[in-house]
């Protein structure tokens, strides 16, 4: 019996280890909040890359559709989400010619406190995603080369500005840069 608690015991560990590692999702470890707005570890957000019809981002984003709109030379979908009621959030998909070019969310919190906490989740995923950012101002910039074109990734905590919780973050095409 000893011999196996010597030899055993770490191959159950593993075993148990692994089975409560199952099914989890890797956007957890950043917060409930954080896996529920992020939705997906695919994509650049929320399982989506740039370059998608307004079909296929409504067929991703199956509710909260406020308005649809294709006038004026302007053509997104726009979001209105809600996680409980101390979280809720927008999301803009801007889609010229049908092709998603502009992803804008803005995440609303209860106080600064929440917010900085969500805040950082948001920033370790994208550090962890796509490395150390540069800054301007209150923003952390992330560009990346991807198989769409090269991309910039804008986060802010805008609290301070609003006395209470906010975050931006704005994902677009960055042909220009």
Same mark, same amino acid.
């Given at each position: ?6 030899? &055993? ?6 075993? /148990?280890?692994?089975?409560? =590692?199952? &099914? ?35 067929? /991703?984003?199956?509710? &909260? ?6 006038? &004026? ?7 209105? +989400? ?8 927008? +999301?803009?998909?801007?889609? $010229? ?12 919190? /209860? ?9 950082? =989740?948001?920033?370790? *995923? ?10 301007? @101002?209150?923003?952390?910039? *992330?560009?990346?080369?991807? =198989?769409? @074109? ?9 609290? $301070?500005?609003?006395?209470? @919780?906010?975050?931006? +973050? ?6 220009? /840069?």
């Amino acid at each position: 019996m000893t011999t196996f608690l010597k030899r &055993g015991a770490p191959f159950v560990f593993i075993c /148990l280890l692994m089975a409560c =590692s199952c &099914g989890r999702s890797p956007l957890s470890v950043y917060g409930p909040a954080f896996e529920t707005i992020m939705r997906s570890d695919t994509g650049l957000f929320r399982g989506m890359n740039m370059h998608l019809s307004k079909e296929s981002i409504k067929a /991703l984003e199956p509710g &909260g559709l406020k308005e649809d709109d294709s006038t &004026g030379g302007t053509d997104y979908l726009f979001y209105e +989400l809600k996680i409980d009621t101390t979280i809720s959030y927008t +999301l803009a998909y801007y889609c $010229p010619d049908n092709k998603l070019n502009n992803i804008a969310a803005d995440i609303y919190l /209860l106080n600064e406190p929440q917010a900085a906490e969500l805040f950082n =989740s948001f920033k370790s *995923w994208f550090e962890k995603k796509y490395g150390v950012p540069q800054t301007d @101002g209150d923003f952390f910039l *992330w560009t990346i080369q991807t =198989s769409e @074109g090269k991309i910039r990734i804008e986060l802010a905590d805008e609290s $301070p500005t609003y006395k209470k @919780g906010k975050i931006t +973050l704005v994902i677009r095409d960055a042909k220009e /840069l």
